[in-house]
């Protein structure tokens, strides 16, 4: 490379932004269209949405949140919490203001930023197929408050009516679980291999064996039948909401 953008060094300084190694000024990709050229530019801003994505992700979480970006099939599972990809402000918010060790200011609001930018995936990415089950006790929390509540749960309906998008619950007493081994995810990539993984306090686990990923994937599938049909959660978030 010839030259470099205004406000990179050199073009090894893009290089890394490019492989994305480095976070890249905000404006970069609108002042370097003449000096690397519409294919170029394509790449560093592709780079660039990526990177800033993962800014403000915690270090263990940001290979994962590599493969969500690139999955055709993305499945969820949870029993704790609201998938982070379905939380609404309020809901985020609430999660990171009950984090211990607690987080300063700067921290919070550079998480709250970093997961409302991932959500980004469910528009941007019409052609994967995002699948989520929840736990009706997770909504029945009631974390952060009603308020917070009803907005999760106008979220769930808003997010749960695209056409890619199935937001499943698995009813509070369902006598035939399958989910007992506890929260998943589960990633299709591009080459239709599929990962798994899982995570709490702080660590995670991707999990590539095909033996293990498969049997994950069966449970993922059973419970896809355990829990209430689509027509039904609908009128269950809608109940619940009238209830708050």
């Given at each position: 490379m010839a030259h470099s953008p205004p406000g990179c060094s050199s073009g090894a300084g893009v290089a890394k932004i490019e492989q994305g190694k480095r976070f890249p000024p905000g404006d970069l990709p609108a002042r370097a269209e003449e000096v690397l050229g519409p294919v170029g530019l394509k790449?560093?801003?592709?780079?660039?949405?990526?990177l800033t994505r993962r800014a403000g992700l915690a270090s263990w979480f940001r290979q994962w949140a590599g493969i969500e970006e690139e999955a055709i099939s993305l499945y969820a599972y949870e029993c704790?919490?609201?998938?982070?990809?379905?939380?609404?402000?309020?809901y985020i918010r609430a999660i990171f203001d009950l984090q211990i060790p607690h987080l300063s200011e700067e921290q919070f609001e550079q998480q709250v930023a970093a997961r409302q930018e991932?959500?980004?995936?469910?528009s941007e990415r019409p052609n994967t197929a995002f699948s989520f089950l929840i736990e009706q006790a997770v909504l029945e929390r009631?974390?952060?408050g009603a308020a917070v509540a009803r907005e999760v749960i106008a979220n769930l309906l808003?997010?749960?009516s695209r056409r890619n998008v199935e937001?499943?619950?698995?009813p509070l007493r369902q006598e035939d679980h399958s989910g007992v081994d506890g929260q998943m995810y589960l990633a299709e990539r591009d080459d239709h291999q599929w990962v798994g993984y899982?995570?709490?306090?702080?660590?995670?686990?991707l999990l590539t064996q095909p033996k293990l990923v498969?049997?994950?994937?069966?449970?993922?599938?059973?419970m896809r039948s355990q829990a209430l049909s689509h027509t039904a959660t609908a009128d269950l978030l809608r109940t619940m909401r009238g209830a708050l």
């Amino acid at each position: 490379m010839a030259h470099s953008p205004p406000g990179c060094s050199s073009g090894a300084g893009v290089a890394k932004i490019e492989q994305g190694k480095r976070f890249p000024p905000g404006d970069l990709p609108a002042r370097a269209e003449e000096v690397l050229g519409p294919v170029g530019l394509k790449v560093l801003t592709a780079a660039a949405r990526s990177l800033t994505r993962r800014a403000g992700l915690a270090s263990w979480f940001r290979q994962w949140a590599g493969i969500e970006e690139e999955a055709i099939s993305l499945y969820a599972y949870e029993c704790r919490a609201v998938p982070g990809l379905l939380q609404p402000e309020g809901y985020i918010r609430a999660i990171f203001d009950l984090q211990i060790p607690h987080l300063s200011e700067e921290q919070f609001e550079q998480q709250v930023a970093a997961r409302q930018e991932r959500q980004r995936l469910l528009s941007e990415r019409p052609n994967t197929a995002f699948s989520f089950l929840i736990e009706q006790a997770v909504l029945e929390r009631r974390l952060g408050g009603a308020a917070v509540a009803r907005e999760v749960i106008a979220n769930l309906l808003e997010q749960g009516s695209r056409r890619n998008v199935e937001v499943l619950v698995m009813p509070l007493r369902q006598e035939d679980h399958s989910g007992v081994d506890g929260q998943m995810y589960l990633a299709e990539r591009d080459d239709h291999q599929w990962v798994g993984y899982v995570e709490g306090h702080d660590s995670s686990t991707l999990l590539t064996q095909p033996k293990l990923v498969s049997s994950m994937l069966q449970r993922y599938g059973k419970m896809r039948s355990q829990a209430l049909s689509h027509t039904a959660t609908a009128d269950l978030l809608r109940t619940m909401r009238g209830a708050l």
